[in-house]
């Protein structure tokens, strides 16, 4: 079942309709991204938008008809699907939460009103006609009615990304234990969202993080292909000790890496790096006062020895390990190999960018 329904159909059109209804909306259904809050600035200027009736993007609903369905995570009858933001600007501002700009200007009659820096508040209490004109600002929505996750999220990632999904946006509308673990250590943990250098569109934290817990659960640097991670998504619907397990390292080392790594590090600036440092930290042990030093050495060196003319092959390869194939067990432990006998070096006093390690290029295979 797939139906859309207009503005008006359940009795919602009003911003005071739907700020009544506020505590029914699920604002984090699964498939909801994890990108980067608005800012003061964006929020003013949708009030502004409001209270000068400037039109809006539409709204788009999840209506659950029944609390059955299984895409009902949170019990409650209405999940966002699109205008998320938006909609917790609104409700923000009608809570007191922030202050109009204070250049705002009251288009239709500047001379008489003067809304500058006023909160919701602030309008009731000097503009009241105001007040009851942005509680009666109609919104257009959109309900949505299914029980079907793999469209309802095709609808999500269309109306926001306009191209189909990805490999990690499919695996994500798998309903299931690993997936839920997965978003609640999202959410719990900072290293995500707040280390990592990346945006956390089209599910790149997710992505990450099925990673990180697959590496833990094979407690080994195995392949990322595609198929392997979703029979793993797949397998593990259900909760079992294994999979606590390893989440439970995952959560662990974690905050481990909280302590090494830093806000927007440098370090992660590439995905493709992320999962041998979290190998190399977590499983070799190596003491956490020397570690980050040695990142930022190692880092520091490879980027000194590209601009090189006699370059050190050494690592020029682990560059080219990657940035190609990167998701291949033999590149995750050749890369994995080089740090720990880079490590090594550096312990000796011996690290420089002509450093070069014991490793033959016949145990490399560089084919795919």
Not at 25 to 34: E, H, L, M, N, W
Not at 37 to 43: F, Q, T, V
Not at 84 to 109: H, M, S
Request: net charge negative; proline share 3%; aromatic share 12%.
């Amino acid at each position: 079942m797939f139906k859309i329904e207009k503005i008006g159909s359940y009795g919602i059109k009003t911003i005071k309709d739907i700020y009544a209804i506020a505590d029914q909306i699920d604002f984090d259904p699964p498939y909801q991204r994890y990108g980067n809050l608005w800012n003061i600035e964006k929020k003013r200027l949708l009030i502004d938008s409001i209270i000068n009736s400037y039109d809006l993007p539409k709204f788009y609903i999840h209506y659950i008809t029944d609390n059955s369905n299984i895409i009902n995570t949170s019990g409650k009858p209405y999940a966002i699907i699109d205008g998320k933001q938006r909609l917790q600007a609104i409700f923000e501002f009608v809570n007191n939460e922030f202050k109009l700009d204070g250049d705002f200007v009251y288009e239709p009659e500047p001379a008489k009103y003067d809304l500058a820096n006023m909160t919701y508040k602030d309008i009731a209490s000097n503009y009241p006609e105001l007040k009851v004109a942005i509680d009666n600002f109609v919104l257009d929505v959109v309900f949505v009615i299914t029980d079907e996750i793999e469209r309802l999220e095709e609808l999500f990632y269309r109306l926001n990304e306009g191209m189909p999904l990805n490999n990690a946006e499919k695996r994500n509308r798998v309903v299931g234990y690993v997936n839920d673990e997965i978003r609640r250590l999202i959410q719990s943990n900072h290293f995500f969202t707040k280390c990592v250098q990346m945006s956390g569109k089209r599910l790149q934290y997710q992505d990450l993080a099925l990673k990180l817990l697959f590496t833990e659960y094979n407690e080994s640097l195995v392949s990322f292909d595609k198929a392997s991670l979703d029979k793993f998504v797949d397998k593990n619907k259900n909760s079992n000790d294994k999979l606590n397990h390893s989440i439970k390292r995952l959560e662990d080392n974690l905050e481990l890496l909280n302590d090494i790594f830093t806000e927007s590090d440098p370090l992660l600036k590439s995905r493709a790096i992320i999962p041998v440092y979290y190998y190399f930290i977590t499983k070799g042990q190596p003491k956490s006062d020397k570690v980050r030093a040695f990142l930022d050495d190692f880092d520091s060196i490879r980027k000194q020895n590209r601009k090189r003319k006699d370059y050190n092959p050494i690592l020029v390869e682990f560059d080219r390990q990657n940035q190609q194939g990167v998701h291949r067990q033999k590149s995750l432990k050749l890369r994995h190999e080089l740090l720990e006998k880079y490590y090594i070096k550096y312990l000796e006093g011996n690290l420089t960018i002509d450093t070069i390690v014991n490793i033959e290029t016949t145990e490399i295979d560089f084919g795919e």
